[in-house]
């Protein structure tokens, strides 16, 4: 009954702030681009030097993620499926995507922008963008399905390309055996990036990150060393030109899937190639 209650004021309270009129713009109907359809196709290929696995020694690994991120009118939509060692390069067993832990692992993140379903918009000069209702699934090929419900929020920051905060309850349908088909904690996930520098000849240097933290989990009590929380910071510099990108990136873990092992808190470190196609 909590988790319900939370999840009930997690939809509300966007809708409370949005119903405060005197911070839109009510002259205008055109929903935040004179585009009507908007987004990007993205390609990458990473070499991991270090794949976390909880409960064994972290190994290199490649990592081909395909993504998709889209907006039109009311509907926001982010997703991605990373396929792991696809080229058998560490495995000695003719798996096609390899037996690494979340061989296949993927999420997708559909909003619902509650200020276009009123055909409204916020003044460029409001450090607010977007109020939108949010949901997250993420999966993968082994044991993991988990639905996020919650509300997210877009903000107009100039020296960011963009900034973007969601905080989810969390319902795991399946959790390697844990707390299944359950409320189990909350996720808070900021997304942001800026724009370094852009050279005269139009190559750019550009900073991304998202972080992740998972809090107040129930404890299954069948799994050791589990804990109350964990956080995912990954940190990404691209150096590029039209598109085309040379990435490094570091994640932080701490208590990767809310385990304390010493391979759990282990950092991962990867280079790899970028391909966005901007729509």
């Not at 067993?93 to 409204?120: D, H, T």
């Not at 990036?193 to 009590?221: H, L, M």
Request: proline share 3%; net charge negative.
């Amino acid at each position: 009954m909590k988790q319900i209650i939370i999840i009930v004021i997690l939809i509300i309270l966007p809708c409370v702030v949005f119903a405060q009129n005197n911070m839109f713009n009510n002259n205008t109907k055109n929903h935040f681009s004179n585009k009507d359809f908007y987004g990007s196709a993205d390609i990458s290929m990473d070499y991991k030097f270090n794949s976390i696995r909880p409960y064994e020694e972290s190994k290199p690994d490649t990592v081909t993620t395909l993504g998709l991120n889209l907006r039109y009118d009311y509907f926001d939509f982010s997703g991605y499926i990373d396929i792991h060692d696809i080229f058998y390069i560490y495995n000695d067993k003719p798996y096609v995507f390899g037996e690494i832990n979340n061989y296949l692992f993927g999420e997708i993140n559909p909003r619902i922008s509650l200020l276009a379903l009123a055909g409204q918009k916020l003044s460029g000069r409001n450090i607010f963008k977007d109020f939108l209702i949010a949901y997250n699934f993420t999966f993968d090929s082994d044991d993991l399905l988990q639905h996020y419900m919650g509300f997210g929020i877009d903000f107009n920051i100039p020296i960011l390309s963009y900034l973007k905060i969601n905080l989810y309850a969390r319902y795991n349908q399946a959790y390697y055996g844990r707390n299944e088909n359950s409320f189990d904690g909350f996720l808070l996930n900021i997304i942001y990036e800026v724009p370094v520098y852009t050279f005269s000849s139009g190559i750019e240097i550009v900073y991304s990150s998202w972080f992740k933290y998972i809090f107040a989990p129930s404890t299954s009590g069948n799994i050791e060393n589990e804990t109350d929380y964990s956080i995912q910071w990954k940190n990404t510099f691209k150096v590029g030109y039209k598109g085309f990108y040379l990435a490094y990136s570091y994640k932080h873990n701490t208590n990767y899937l809310e385990l304390n092992t010493r391979s759990a808190q282990e950092g991962e470190h990867s280079i790899g190639i970028y391909y966005s196609y901007r729509f």
